[in-house]
C-alpha cells in the first residue's frame, strides 16, 4: 500500500491585511478536515498557516490528483473564504479563480505539492512552506539539498546518495519540463534554475539504490497564480514536500541551505526582491514592507498514512543568526526605494499592476529626434 502525501494551500483572506490567517478560518478547516477523516477521505490531517495562506497537510491511499480528497480541500476554500468575506477579512478568496470544481483543484488557484509513494520502516517528510514569493524561491534550497556536497555530505560519505538524484524542471512559460541527473549534467541544471522566475524545480527522483526510482523524493508547487487569473492577484507563495533520511539527505542536511537568506522575488505587492527568512510557525506573519518573505518547516514521522509525531523546525536558535542576517538584507535592499535591483525588473513587473500605470502614460510618449 502507497502513502499520498499532499499539501494544498490558498490565500482565503488575512487578518489584519496580508498578514496572517485567522484562527477562525484554521477552526473551519480542522472541523471539515476532521469529518474528512472521519468518513474516510483522507487518513490524517493537520492544519496551519504560512503569512495569509490556509495551508491543508493530508495523508491517504488514493494517489495524487484525487477527486475526493481535492474536492475536500476546495470546500473547506470555499467555507474559509465565505466566512472571511462574512467578516470583512482582507482578499477574501484570493486564490479562489474559478467559481465552481471541476475534477480536480488544479487550475483553479491553490498550490499544491503532492506525492504517492511506498513508505519506508520510518519515514520521515517536511513540508515546507513560503509566504510573499513565488515557486522559483525553492530552486535553491533543493539544488542544495539533493545535488551539492558542500551542504550534502551524504553525497560523498553515503554509498545510498553516491550516484546522485534526476531533478524534473519545468519551464512555466513554454509549459514544457526536462529530467536531468545530478552530478552528470549538473552544470546543465544549473543554467536553467538559476532562472528562477521561468525554470523550476518540480520533483527531484532517486537514481540508484534501494528507493524505487519512480516515486519522487520531494515535490514542489509550481502554480503561476497570474498565469491562470490573466492579471496580477497576488504572489503564488509555493509549498514543498521533501523526504529525508535512510537513502536519502538527513534531516539536517535538509534544513541547513535555508540558513542562508538568500534573495527571493515577491514581498510587497509582489514587485520586489528581498531575503527569505526561516521563522518559527508562530513567526509566520509578514509585517515589515509587506515581508520579509518567510519560510517555515513542518516536520513529520508517518506511518501507514498516519502523522505520528510533529516538529517545528525553524522554531530553533540555531536560525537566530540567519534571522539577523535577513533583516539587515531586508535593510539594505529597503533603501533602494523604488530602484531596481529592490524593486524586481521591468519584464517581471509586467505581471504586476506597473503596466496599468504605463498605460495611463502611454499617449505621452513622443518621439525622439
Not at 493537520?46 to 495569509?52: A, L, S, Y
Not at 513508505?119 to 509566504?131: G, H, L, Q, V
Not at 509582489?270 to 508562530?282: A, E, Q, R
Amino acid at each position: 500500500m502507497k502513502t499520498t502525501f499532499s499539501i494544498i494551500k490558498a490565500d482565503v483572506g488575512g487578518c489584519p491585511g496580508h498578514s496572517k490567517v485567522n484562527e477562525k478560518l484554521i477552526e473551519v478547516a480542522n472541523k471539515m478536515l476532521r469529518d474528512g477523516k472521519e468518513n474516510g477521505t483522507i487518513k490524517d490531517f493537520f492544519v496551519t498557516n504560512c503569512g495569509d495562506d490556509l495551508e491543508l497537510i493530508m495523508t491517504h491511499d488514493k494517489g495524487e490528483n484525487n477527486e475526493e480528497v481535492h474536492s475536500l480541500a476546495w470546500n473547506v476554500f470555499k467555507e474559509g473564504s465565505d466566512l472571511a468575506k462574512e467578516l470583512g477579512f482582507y482578499g477574501a478568496g484570493q486564490d479562489l479563480l474559478k467559481d465552481a470544481f471541476s475534477g480536480n483543484i488544479r487550475g483553479l488557484g491553490p498550490g499544491i505539492a503532492e506525492m504517492e509513494f511506498t513508505e519506508r520502516k520510518s519515514e520521515p517528510i517536511i513540508a515546507f512552506m513560503m509566504d510573499k514569493t513565488e515557486p522559483g524561491a525553492f530552486n535553491l534550497p533543493i539544488y542544495k539539498i539533493f545535488a551539492d556536497p558542500f551542504n550534502t555530505a551524504g553525497l560523498i560519505i553515503d554509498p545510498k546518495l553516491h550516484s546522485g538524484f534526476r531533478f524534473e524542471v519545468w519551464d512555466i512559460k513554454e509549459h514544457k519540463r526536462v529530467f536531468l541527473n545530478a552530478p552528470e549534467e549538473m552544470y546543465d541544471l544549473l543554467a536553467l534554475i538559476g532562472a528562477k522566475s521561468r525554470f523550476v524545480i518540480k520533483r527531484v527522483y532517486p537514481k540508484e539504490g534501494s528507493l524505487p526510482e519512480d516515486e519522487p523524493v520531494a515535490v514542489i508547487s509550481t502554480e503561476k497564480l497570474y498565469q491562470i487569473a490573466g492579471e496580477y492577484v497576488g504572489k503564488d507563495d509555493p509549498v514543498a514536500a521533501v523526504r529525508a533520511q535512510s537513502g536519502l539527505p538527513a534531516l539536517g542536511e535538509v534544513l541547513e541551505p535555508f540558513a542562508f537568506p538568500y534573495l527571493v522575488s515577491g514581498w510587497m505587492r509582489g514587485s520586489h526582491n528581498g531575503p527569505i527568512m526561516p521563522v518559527s510557525n508562530k513567526n509566520a506573519k509578514c509585517t515589515r514592507f509587506d515581508g520579509p518573505p518567510r519560510a517555515i518547516a513542518i516536520g513529520f514521522q508517518l506511518k501507514n498514512g498516519m502523522l505520528t509525531g510533529h516538529e517545528d523546525l525553524f522554531d530553533d536558535p540555531a536560525f537566530d543568526y540567519t534571522r539577523q542576517e535577513a533583516e539587515r538584507i531586508a535593510d539594505y535592499m529597503r533603501r533602494h526605494g523604488p530602484f531596481e535591483p529592490h524593486r524586481l525588473p521591468l519584464e517581471e513587473m509586467e505581471y504586476t499592476t506597473l503596466p496599468k500605470v504605463m498605460d495611463k502614460l502611454r499617449d505621452r510618449f513622443e518621439p525622439v529626434s
